[in-house]
């Protein structure tokens, strides 16, 4: 009997959270014995950030334009236009995205007869009209939305009143467990500095959601107990425009006195192998972030045996809590503080505790979720309408 087929589409190769989410999620498929292809927009020509044991397809995309709104449109343009010209026919046609999302609708709108499943990470609070009625569209017109947590899943419902599918976000124990020797001595010698102290991780880049600028104001404060403490930012791929966020973290630390300033390193986007070694150094990974879809940085720092500093709200409270990790309130400096002083005393049974968190979010129970609601669909299509194209 011939697998099912599921196109699973992603808006990069960069590895960000849904991007990453696609590459595991399309594996563990596999694995599962489905007949998968990853569909990835490639416009650096850099190739995607991981080898797949699914199949993988490139798309070609032009250099990006002035602003994000022209961004999710010229690129749901080409989405439809390459698939207009060449075909495309899987059982499922899975977008990890708002852009691949509303570049398959498009396809629809044209009258090809494409199923969309859609997986919400989690929902923006866009300003701009048109990436506003992009993310609804998204959703609103998907014959079955996914969501990571139940948090992202209830604000699919409370903002588009649709019902999202859990099926959560997943973790390979063993890659964060057993990091690579020689990346592990190269990132120390990197990241370590001539100073004996702490090393404060944080994943994301700088953005608002992710608290950098409540971040980097707790390290400077942590520097006063811990004189040799360091703080690398990790990260930040994203088809958002954060510059307004960018320039005032700029500002906050140039504000700081020069040794702290020093003492902080952002890598950008590194290496998918890199990212284990980087976590086996780190004294602390410091996430108290304001707005999550689910948090992988989180369950990928349990599964390290990292000391965990947290939001203590949801999503994050749906597989975390103080047994795990130390939670926080993250519109508190004080808190944060605290938290990280508390995490860099690392407790043994936290981190057991949270080894037992992370093996519960294996791969394969995530794509077991998956093929599941992928079945129901397969049994029950929905009647599909073709929503009105976006100017």
Known sequence: MKAPSVGLFTYSTLPRGSVVH???????????????????????????????????????????PGTTADLVRLRA?????????????????????????????????????VGVVRTVHHVEAFEDPYLAACQERSIRHADVCFAVSRAASMDVARTFGVRARLVTNGVL??????????????????????????????????????????????????????PGARLCILGGATVLDHGAYRAAFERELRGLPAAVRGAVTETGVVHEDDVPAVFSIASALVFPSLHEGFG????????????????????????????????????????????????L????????????????????????????HYVEQLSHPRARTAPAALA
């Open 22 to 64: 696609t590459a595991h999620l399309a594996d563990a498929l596999h694995d599962a014995g489905w007949d998968v292809t990853v569909y990835a927009l490639d416009k650096d020509h850099r190739g995607f950030f991981r080898p797949l044991r699914a199949r993988l397809h490139l798309l070609p995309a032009a250099p990006s």
């Open 77 to 113: 343009s080409e989405i439809a236009d390459y698939f207009a010209r060449r075909g495309l026919s899987h059982d499922i046609h899975h977008a990890e995205d708002c852009l691949t999302a509303n570049g398959l609708l498009e396809l629809r709108a044209r009258g090809l007869d």
């Open 345 to 372: 005393q690392r407790s043994a049974d936290r981190a057991r505790a949270g080894l037992r968190v992370a093996e519960r979010h294996s791969w394969s129970r995530v794509a077991l979720a998956h093929a599941a």
């Open 296 to 343: 992988l940085s989180a369950i990928e720092a349990l599964a390290a045996g990292l000391p965990l500093v947290a939001s203590n709200r949801p999503p994050l409270t749906e597989f975390l809590d103080d047994t795990c990790a130390v939670l926080v309130d993250p519109t508190s400096e004080d808190a944060v503080v605290q938290g990280i002083l508390r995490a």
């Open 173 to 226: 124990v063993d890659r964060f467990a057993r990091p690579d020797p020689d990346r592990v001595l190269a990132w120390e010698h990197r990241l370590a500095g001539a100073v004996a102290g702490p090393l404060l991780l944080a994943v994301g880049g700088v953005e608002e959601r992710k608290n950098t600028i409540g971040i980097l104001r707790a390290f400077a404060r942590i520097r006063g107990s811990h």
